[in-house]
């Protein structure tokens, strides 16, 4: 009996250490690249690029659900910096950002968004969130509207949806199951599925070379920020449930754009949806284009954002 505790231990510990160091790779591999600013007491990651003396309005950009700031950075925010500021931001809990209280709900995380924003002195910009960060980016136009210039939503989450969501994600949250299951299996078995599900969100397309090491996809695999992803996730329908029925409230420029080929956020059951309800927005839909669309039609998407609001 003895024996088999002290194995248990030992196998404990070793699986223990194997997820921080797997942590601490994650980290050395994708360090923090921006700045930290202090919104009341909370720390958001802020990466600030491009002339603070353009024309343009600058641009906020922000990251869908599973990775970080380097995601926009890598597909639309070096071309974009080009001759405009563009600020990208790790949304509460994500990349190098603290998380918050409450920081699941879409509401806070667009209020942390619009404080760095406005800690930057950066005025009315164009806010542009993909996936997951099209909720995000939808509520913020919804809470802040005299402040923005303009939304531009890519593959946005915006309605309710049937169905439920991974197991995984579910799990995460539970006191004993989630904690084992945050230190114990994802640090090593999320980094091999996660391969696969990059191929699965670019198709039909292929992700660009080297995406998986160059967008510090494996921060996401960090405990904690797995805990908050998952957390995200599993609150996100209740979070839509409590906003959709305001979008007709916007009356700022709003251009809705989403690939045809999309099987993670339903063209139909989102984006179209959501150009019957806001009387100022453009609909675009991309044909042979999925989920991953800010990656696989960036030229498209440029020309969007130039011509938004003009």
């Known amino acids: 009996m003895r024996v088999s505790l002290l194995l248990f231990i030992f196998v404990l510990a070793a699986l223990l250490a194997a997820s921080g160091c797997a942590s601490w ?38 990251h869908g659900a599973s990775v970080n700031l380097r995601d926009m950075k890598l597909a639309l925010g070096d071309r974009l910096a080009a001759d405009r500021r563009v600020i990208m931001i790790d949304r509460t809990g994500h990349g190098y950002s603290s998380r918050a209280d409450d920081g699941y709900r879409l509401g806070v995380q667009a209020a942390l968004i619009k404080e760095a924003v406005d800690a930057l002195g950066v005025e ?13 980016a939808l509520r913020y136009g919804l809470d802040f509207q005299d402040d923005v210039s303009a939304l531009v939503l890519l593959a946005a989450v915006s309605h309710e949806w049937p169905g439920g969501i991974a197991w995984y994600n579910n799990v995460s949250q539970w006191p004993v199951a989630g904690f084992l299951l945050r230190r114990l299996v994802i640090p090593t078995y999320g980094q091999v599925a996660a391969k696969s599900g990059i191929e699965s969100s670019f198709s039909p ?106």
């Open 25 to 62: 790779t994650a980290e050395k591999n994708a360090p923090a690249i921006g700045e930290i600013v202090d919104i009341g007491g909370e720390q958001v990651h802020v990466l600030d690029l491009g002339p603070r003396d353009s024309a343009k309005p600058p641009v906020v950009l922000i």
């Open 124 to 136: 009315r910009p164009v806010i542009i969130g993909q996936s997951f960060g099209g909720a995000v």
């Open 205 to 310: 397309g292929a992700p660009p070379e080297m995406y998986y090491e160059e967008s510090g996809l494996p921060l996401l695999f960090r405990p904690k920020e797995f805990k908050a992803n998952a957390e995200d996730i599993a609150n996100l329908k209740a979070e839509i449930i409590a906003q959709q029925g305001r979008y007709g409230e916007l009356k700022i420029p709003v251009a809705i754009v989403t690939g045809e080929d999309d099987t993670s956020v339903s063209p139909k059951l989102h984006t179209k949806r959501l150009a019957t309800e806001v009387e100022s927005a453009s609909l675009t839909l991309l044909p042979d284009t999925g989920h991953t669309l800010h990656h696989s039609r960036t030229d498209a998407i440029i020309a969007i954002i130039e011509n938004i609001g003009q």
